[in-house]
């Protein structure tokens, strides 16, 4: 055995026996040079804390009390404190209610249909009151009622446009960062509150505040956008659009209004037939104000539209959505064949793509409710 195992094999016995000695009640000598709290130096952390020396160190034992308590001492303690919080790895702590993770369109809507929305759905009128002869002109020329075992489902669509945002439901709060991140590209959580929101075209730094006649049905409506991987290429390309330094527009306010006329073409009856055909409402919610919003971008690129023409460009879309919905429907039909097999999208290719846009509180915006006749004024969408 070389010299240097014998000398680590005697040091080990020598703090062994310290140990010993001390968990027997011996301690070892104390003069002036504190040779014993040099002694402790000298022994890891571990076999201390395995032997109890540390608490034999800091607590009260056969009624001896020290009069004045060693720096050594509280160091000592501090760091068995320390060595005790310590837990071993468990793995992953992920869950499904983890900040920072992307939700799907299926698990939100998952979250509306358990939750109770009794409140909210003693708000909703579920189609159009009419009276007269417009009332006796829709029996006769209009479209067909909706099949009786659809109104449960069109009656959750018009429910959740009755509800706010709740920044302090987690879900809410999930939506809002799936949003933002698919739209930037970001990998990492914002803010709920902040100029950032104006930056995807909010009014202002609370989204909330946008949400009026639309409810959180403006917000399912664009997570839909984002996270289907069939829509997502054109909800990108629209909010680049958005960004156009000419023809730049508030994406989201934008698209809140769309989510308006949907609402507006499911309670006036204009999107009965296709749900009948497809037995569906939801998915045919959804495929409209996609086809919607995607009319609106053709138009606003290939005519020049500016924002000063928005409240125009909405109330002709409204017009135009609710007399041909299967005739939009279709084009996003078309749209969407064509990007699946990697052809030119129907928006055309984006050209000379300056500078950022302006935020949008720098620019007028008039929405598909706020436009008056004979109105060449724009103001905030409210």
């Not at 055309?348 to 950022?356: H, L, N, T």
């Amino acid at each position: 055995m070389n010299e240097k195992s014998c000398s680590f094999h005697s040091e080990k016995e020598f703090r062994d026996g310290q140990v010993e000695s001390m968990c027997a009640g011996y301690w070892p000598p104390y003069d002036k040079d504190n040779s014993a709290l040099l002694a402790f130096r000298e022994i890891p952390i571990s076999e201390l804390k395995n032997h109890g020396i540390l608490r034999v160190l800091t607590a009260e034992a056969d009624g001896w009390e020290p009069g004045v308590v060693s720096t050594e001492v509280l160091r000592a303690q501090e760091e068995w404190e320390a060595v005790d919080d310590i837990q071993p790895e468990t793995g992953s702590q992920a869950s499904s209610d983890q900040p920072g993770q992307l939700i799907s369109f299926t698990e939100a809507l998952q979250h509306f249909q358990t939750v109770d929305l009794s409140s909210f759905k003693k708000r909703i009128q579920p189609t159009i009151r009419r009276t007269g002869l417009a009332a006796l002109r829709h029996c006769l020329f209009g479209p067909p009622k909706l099949h009786q075992g659809l109104r449960e489902e069109r009656d959750l669509v018009l429910t959740i446009a009755q509800c706010g945002l709740d920044s302090h439901d987690p879900v809410h709060g999930r939506v809002l960062q799936t949003i933002y991140k698919k739209l930037t590209g970001s990998k990492f959580d914002c803010a709920l509150h902040g100029d950032h929101w104006e930056d995807l075209g909010f009014q202002g730094a609370n989204p909330a505040t946008d949400l009026r006649g639309a409810g959180f049905l403006a917000l399912l409506h664009l997570l839909y956008l984002v996270m289907d991987s069939k829509t997502l290429l054109m909800a990108q390309e629209i909010f680049r659009l958005s960004r156009h330094h000419i023809q730049q527009f508030p994406f989201c306010l934008m698209s809140i209004n769309i989510t308006r006329i949907a609402i507006q073409a499911l309670r006036e009856e204009c999107l009965s037939r296709e749900c009948n055909r497809q037995q569906k409402v939801i998915s045919v919610v959804n495929s409209f104000y996609a086809a919607t919003f995607l009319r609106l971008a053709h138009v606003w690129r290939t005519q020049q539209k500016t924002i000063s023409d928005s409240g125009f460009v909405l109330k002709d879309l409204e017009v135009l959505a609710k007399k041909s919905p299967r005739r939009l429907l279709k084009t996003l039909e078309i749209y969407l064949a064509r990007v699946s097999k990697g052809q030119a999208s129907l928006l055309g290719a984006q050209k000379c793509y300056g500078p950022q846009a302006p935020h949008s509180k720098d620019l007028t915006f008039t929405g598909v409710c706020d436009l008056l006749p004979h109105s060449s004024e724009g103001t905030w969408l409210i």
